[in-house]
T-cell receptor, first 114, second 119 residues
Framework: GDSVTQMEGPVTLSEEAFLTINCTYT??????LFWYVQYPGEGLQLLLK?????DKGSNKGFEATYRKETTSFHLEKGSVQVSDSAVYFC?????????????FGQGTRLTINP | GAVVSQHPSRVICKSGTSVKIECRSL??????MFWYRQFPKKSLMLMAT?????????EQGVEKDKFLINHASLTLSTLTVTSAHPEDSSFYIC???????????????FGEGSRLTVL
């Protein structure tokens, strides 16, 4: 079945550092790919998404490119801030019509120190 | 974006009792809601898909008699953990899909989660 594997955390960086959180997936066909963020005490929020190969999703300085050849959707940010501290989840949604299921990776906890 | 609210956010109960968690879409209608369970340091596991006016579809390994799901209206789904035991302690999260003409593009919005602790 479909699955998502993401970089194990926790990840601790200093402010203004470069961030990469790796995410690879296994799925039939071409799923849609997502990054969700969960700030302390809050629900998951969609950070960015890409629905087809070579698409780049971006939001709040974060970017991820849908790479079909490597089945990856790595999250990057050039200069992180303390406010980026959160748990990040990579997810995919399969192509089965009406299924609408999101399959999540295990989450990566990111802590940014000032 | 659209708002999904869960209640209660935290609940502590004694073993053997039943607990109901509500999931409401506050400013949109949701034909489909999803219930997830999140274990510490692990991913969200889909428990069931709840469709308004019909029976929920449970994922493999999830006891439907243990986790009762009701989706009585387009803005409310409930999860009842029956005869709760300490191993049911977890973080339960719901999500709702905005009605959209193309089912594959309807965005999902998540509630803030409900932490259940069974003593």
């Amino acid at each position: 079945g479909d699955s998502v594997t993401q970089m194990e955390g926790p990840v601790t960086l200093s402010e203004e550092a470069f961030l990469t959180i790796n995410c690879t997936y296994t799925a039939t066909g071409y799923p849609s790919l997502f990054w969700y963020v969960q700030y302390p005490g809050e629900g998951l929020q969609l950070l960015l998404k890409a629905t087809k190969a070579d698409d780049k999703g971006s939001n709040k300085g974060f970017e991820a490119t849908y790479r079909k050849e490597t089945t990856s959707f790595h999250l990057e940010k050039g200069s992180v801030q303390v406010s980026d501290s959160a748990v990040y989840f990579c997810a995919l949604r399969g192509i089965i019509q009406g299924a609408q299921k999101l399959v999540f990776g295990q989450g990566t906890r990111l802590t940014i120190n000032p | 974006g659209a708002v999904v609210s869960q209640h209660p956010s935290r609940v502590i109960c004694k073993s053997g009792t039943s607990v109901k968690i509500e999931c409401r879409s506050l400013d949109f209608q949701a034909t489909t809601m999803f219930w997830y369970r999140q274990f510490p340091k692990k991913s969200l596991m889909l428990m069931a898909t709840s469709n308004e006016g019909s029976k929920a579809t449970y994922e493999q390994g999830v006891e439907k008699d243990k986790f009762l799901i009701n989706h009585a209206s387009l803005t409310l789904s409930t999860l009842t953990v029956t005869s709760a035991h300490p191993e049911d302690s977890s973080f339960y999260i719901c999500s709702a899909r905005v009605l959209a003409g193309d089912l594959n593009t309807g965005e999902l919005f998540f509630g803030e989660g409900s932490r259940l602790t069974v003593l």
